[in-house]
């Protein structure tokens, strides 16, 4: 038991996390041993299983996952993400229970395109995250990239969009959330469906 956690709550959460790792891997979102997914076990204090750092996402073993706190830092060994305190600080503000993020081309693509933020309207998948398909613009928020999450989270915090659970850093990837890290995944196909379709048509 870690913090109220049990064995078997953390096994659990280490097996979805691998195998949402190997179904992003397998679409080419994160190549090498790119980008990092977690999932919350606890609320008070604040507590998430994460990606270990430097690992094939595609080659993921339950035992490739740290659990970390509130800071991104880990609680019982291990070394997670380099990313892992953007994770928790997405989770604390938007409630998150699961956090997922890609190295998609079309996600910097964009960014590129559209350093003010990529709008969306009149697609049906829109309704993939929880918005009208017609008459409604809604904005997934680019945001400069940073080294520093502390500065990374600011400016998540100041960009993001309640509408859009997602937000593209420039020149980096795009990071995704939901309630569940099904939600998340579902999230995610869905903003990068969309971004792949605005990145066709130009």
């Given amino acids: 038991m870690t913090d109220g956690i049990s064995q078997s709550d953390l096994e659990e959460a280490n097996a979805v996390l691998a195998a949402e790792s190997a179904r992003f891997a397998a ?3 994160m190549r090498g041993t790119s980008g990092n997914l977690s999932v919350v076990l606890a609320r008070d204090p604040l507590r998430l299983a994460v990606t270990a750092s430097g690992h094939d996402k595609g080659e993921l073993t339950p035992s490739d996952v740290v659990l970390v706190d509130e800071q991104g830092a880990a ?3 291990g070394r997670p993400s380099a990313e892992a305190e953007l994770h928790a600080r997405v ?7 699961a956090v997922v993020h890609v190295h998609t081309v079309a996600s910097v693509a964009m960014g590129r395109r559209e350093p003010g933020g990529i709008v969306f309207r009149d697609l049906e998948m829109l ?7 017609h008459d409604v613009e809604v904005t997934l928020p ?4 940073s080294q520093d999450m502390k500065v990374l989270g600011d400016r998540l915090e100041a960009a993001r969009d309640p509408r859009m659970p997602a937000v593209v850093v420039a020149g980096h990837g795009l990071y995704v959330w939901g309630e569940t890290p099904r939600q998340a995944r579902h999230h995610t196909e869905v903003v990068e469906w969309l971004l792949e379709l605005e990145l066709a048509q130009r």
Avoid: D, E, R, S
Wanted: proline share 4%; glycine share 24%.
């Fill in 127 to 133: 309704k993939g995250v929880g918005q009208p398909a």
């Fill in 142 to 145: 680019v945001i400069a990239n």
């Fill in 91 to 97: 989770a604390a503000l938007t409630g998150a229970g």
């Fill in 27 to 29: 679409f080419g979102w």
């Fill in 75 to 77: 609680v019982n060994g």
